[in-house]
């Protein structure tokens, strides 16, 4: 395999130079989860020195690729990939990775926040090397010229935990090349750093300083893959961008010569819209039912919107717009920075930091949790109480919990709502996520809200289960409910919602009715949101 | 096919029905077998009332122990600070009764006062401070035990009014002495508590799921405090018990039940409702382990005996009771 290594010179002048050997390439690889098609084919290459883009919706293929290639997931056989020229065997196994040249930044950065920065950066090294002692002075100094490389001034003694998110950040990316970099060393190829997006909640300012990081890892000849939602963050840094669609690359641009509608197109898998030109004014066609105003916690900023009675309200955005924590907040599981209640049937207004749980509760609010696994459900207890946890009190007759009452409660709500197989007495972790999400959905619908609050209520859920919950939801608009469905899934909220809410950086930006709101458009409002948002910011940035 | 699907999970459950009942009374079963296993090797000594009755009431306090650790367990904390409560209320009936003379009423309510208060400075630093409970309980078993020490100068008081002596072992019930109804009639209590209220339904969920407990409107701190309380006032209840079959205030002994009440709740959780801490699942688990020690030590086994198998026995409790959970991991902190 000799002819196979080209000389450094050569290829350090990057794309653009007569075909280059990729220091990644990526033929035919697909990936079914029974049946479920999430790759079905996708080939691309990376070059050395260059910061590849990788663009593309939830459920387009993104994290399965970074699965396979960090050895989580086997690919489907047929496929193919090449390191530096180099045939690797598939599957990869769990932590190949690192033995060709490549390694990984996710989202939360894998630092242990009360360790040093010196032992985070030198983590790796210093469990896996089988040394008779550790020379802390020489770690040090290793570490000091790591982070001094790339002109950062992190002191290495200091506890992760007092680091900016920023910084934190940097010092996940700056490990993550120092990682390969003795590989790379040694072999004389360069390798290749892959950030799964790394920037969501990042502040603007801080976006720049990873930029300039990213940039100067590409100038000694080694790749960086850059996956992100924010097309205007992609457009400021990469050299070249791969767009992947419903499992397939749906195409693939040079960014010099690419515009950001082309982008989005090619993300959304449609022609543009005539872009709104302003953020609607909002439009209270139903009766409305409460009003939220100045609401803000997490990543949320000072929000407002209302909901009529009846009415499903969609909320939605791309990843750290905060529009997942509105339900929440609202039901004050999470503590909030401002906001008010303005309940057409109270007369005062309800400041949000007074509500709790049980407050939240006694207004006839309901909450369904994302995490239903740690929030919505406790597994290892009976159906039959976990769907009448909140209103255990009513079966508490003559001095006694009514058992006989609450099994034949249970049962007829799990045949209303088709729980299956409907058994309240087992453990809610004998269902299906499908039926456990329908015991949950039951659980809240039994109380007749007037206003239910949901956080992702399909999330792994099979489509039978989908449409049930749907035809649920409906219903209960139906009598009279007010819902907030926080959701990433374009297509439900297409499917079940009035109306749909877009966020980015913390703000609403689009209000989505009538002919708008469909899949497509909602996923292309939530990429053109953010350019709304704070694309200005970017380009003056990368300008 | 809604009709179908029920129909195959009733078969089901009839199928697997006879093997969960075995799991709820296997630990009688294994009881019965010691009894009769001691009984052939002393037929004489060991198969008799009198035998049995001495055992149900020197094992009422750590009977009451156990059901004390339940309710915090139950809750998701851990207070292994029971023993020394035992200790030092024990330690305070003896001084406040022997010493200064104080009435014997007055005493036994200072002394379930300071179970609260144990309760109440354990939840302090639980709840309000954050430290895992397995550490603060560690924490305040040797501040507690320390105490009775001092107040008893290290020694044992004798000569407790009559009248607790009386009411705990004095009289007997079908042979068998008062005591042991004390701790049969808090698991009375408890049982009515956790299956039949609202409050045994959130203690539960706060012990199995605390986010979704929260969620669900229940006061999960309240809850917490609560168990906290309750496990300082029955260990308190069990120091009474203890100084009233003693007669006297031992301010060393006491910590002995510790190991044996902790293997009885957890060995508890494997019988009667396999899978959770349960009040009569307690009340077998410590009269079985009782029998195991009076039977070694009736066969003229070394005393050294007596922690190997109290040791073993909690070790082993712990495990079976997290494989009849489906070796879920036990989230307790």
């Known amino acids: 395999m000799s002819t196979l290594s080209t000389p450094l010179s050569d290829v350090a002048t990057g794309p653009g130079a007569a075909m280059p050997l990729p220091v990644l390439h990526v033929t035919n690889i697909a990936k079914n989860f029974g049946g479920a098609k999430a790759l079905a084919g996708i080939s691309f290459e990376v070059f050395p020195g260059e910061v590849h883009g990788l663009l593309g919706k939830n459920g387009s293929g993104k994290s399965t690729l970074v699965k396979i290639l960090a050895g989580f997931h086997a690919p489907d056989p047929g496929g193919k990939l090449e390191f530096n020229g180099q045939a690797v065997d598939l599957p990869l196994k769990a932590g190949d990775f690192r033995r060709l040249g490549m390694s990984f930044v996710h989202q939360n950065l894998g630092l242990a926040p009360s360790l040093t920065v010196l032992e985070n950066l030198r983590f790796a090294d210093l469990t896996t090397k089988p040394a008779p002692f550790i020379n802390w002075r020489n770690e040090r100094k290793a570490a000091a010229e790591a982070l001094g490389r790339f002109g950062l001034t992190i002191d290495p003694d200091e506890r992760v935990s007092q680091l900016s998110p920023v910084e934190r950040a940097l010092l996940a990316i700056v490990r993550a090349f120092e990682e390969i970099r003795a590989e790379c060393a040694a072999t004389g190829k360069p390798g290749l750093v892959l950030l799964d997006e790394p920037t969501p909640f990042l502040p603007r300012e801080g976006v720049d300083k990873l930029f300039a990081l990213m940039r100067s890892i590409a100038a000694t000849s080694s790749s960086i893959i850059f996956i992100s939602h924010d097309i205007e963050e992609v457009m400021a840094i990469t050299d070249r961008i791969t767009v992947l669609r419903d499992g397939i690359v749906a195409g693939e641009l040079k960014t010099a010569d690419a515009t950001h509608e082309q982008v989005v197109e090619l993300i959304v898998g449609r022609s543009l819209a005539k872009r709104a030109a302003a953020v609607h004014a909002e439009i209270e066609r139903l009766e409305p039912f409460v009003r939220i105003e100045n609401l803000a916690g997490g990543s949320l900023r000072e929000t407002s919107f209302a909901v009529g009675r009846g009415e499903i309200l969609g909320l939605t955005g791309l990843i750290g717009s905060g529009y997942e924590q509105a339900p929440y907040l609202i039901f004050g599981a999470r503590p909030c920075r401002s906001g008010t209640i303005h309940l057409m049937t109270n007369l005062a207004p309800i400041p949000i930091a007074y509500m709790s749980p049980d407050r939240a509760l006694a207004l006839d609010f309901a909450l369904l949790p994302g995490d239903r696994q740690n929030a919505g459900g406790v597994d290892g207890l009976p159906i039959v109480d976990n769907m009448l946890l909140p209103d255990v009190t009513r079966f508490f007759r003559g001095g006694f919990l009514r058992r006989g009452a609450m099994m034949r409660e249970a049962h007829a709500l799990g045949t209303r709502y088709e729980v299956r197989p409907n058994d309240p007495a087992a453990k809610l972790s004998t269902l299906s996520g499908g039926n456990a999400q329908k015991v949950l959905i039951a659980r809240w619908m039994n109380r007749k809200p007037r206003l239910l609050l949901l956080d992702e209520p399909t999330q792994g859920v099979d489509v039978g289960t989908r449409v049930q919950i749907y035809a649920a939801l409906k219903a209960a608009s139906a009598s009279g409910t007010a819902i907030v469905c926080a959701s990433s899934d374009a297509e439900q909220l297409a499917e079940i919602c009035d109306r749909v809410l877009v966020f980015a950086k913390g703000k609403i930006c689009r209000e989505l009715t009538g002919a708008e709101l469909t899949k497509d458009g909602v996923a292309e409002a939530c990429y053109v949101s953010l350019d709304v948002a704070g694309g200005a910011q970017v380009r003056a940035v990368a300008g | ?333």
């Open chain 2, 1 to 333: 096919m809604a009709q179908d699907t029920d129909n195959a999970s009733a078969v089901r459950t009839s199928g697997f029905r006879f093997g969960r009942l075995f799991e709820r009374i296997a630990l009688l079963v294994v009881w019965a077998v010691l009894i009769a296993l001691y009984g052939a090797a002393m037929p004489q000594s060991f198969l008799n009332w009198g035998n049995f009755a001495i055992l149900f009431a020197s094992y009422a306090p750590a009977a009451m122990l156990a059901l004390a650790i339940i309710v915090p367990l139950t809750a998701g904390d851990y207070d292994l600070s029971v023993g020394a409560t035992l200790t030092l209320c024990s330690a305070i009936i003896g001084v406040l009764n022997v010493w200064q003379q104080w009435p014997i009423l007055l005493v036994l309510a200072v002394a379930l006062a300071v179970g609260v208060l144990a309760g109440l400075v354990n939840a302090l630093f639980i709840l309000f401070f954050r430290i895992p409970s397995l550490v603060v309980t560690l924490g305040t078993t040797s501040v507690m035990t320390g105490l009775a020490q001092w107040i008893t100068n290290s020694s044992t008081i004798g000569g407790i009014d009559n009248g607790l002596v009386m009411a705990v072992v004095g009289g007997r019930l079908f042979g068998v002495p008062y005591a042991f109804y004390y701790a049969l009639g808090t698991a009375i209590v408890m049982w009515y508590v956790f299956d039949y209220t609202p409050l045994g339904r959130r203690l539960l969920f706060v012990g199995r799921g605390r986010e979704v407990a929260r969620l669900n409107g229940i006061a999960v701190d309240k809850v917490r405090l609560g168990a906290l309380i309750a496990s300082g006032v029955l260990s308190a209840a069990a120091g009474i018990l203890y100084a009233g079959v003693l007669g006297s205030a031992d301010p060393y002994s006491g910590l002995n039940f510790l190991l044996p009440a902790f293997a009885a709740a957890f060995l508890g959780a494997t019988t009667i409702l396999p899978g959770r801490f349960n009040p009569w699942g307690v009340i077998i688990a410590v009269y079985f382990l009782a029998t195991g020690i009076t039977g070694l030590t009736m066969l003229g086994i070394p005393l050294w005996v007596t922690n190997v198998f109290n040791g073993g026995a909690l070790i082993l409790a712990v495990t079976l009771s997290q494989l009849t959970r489906g070796r879920e991991a036990i989230e307790i902190g």
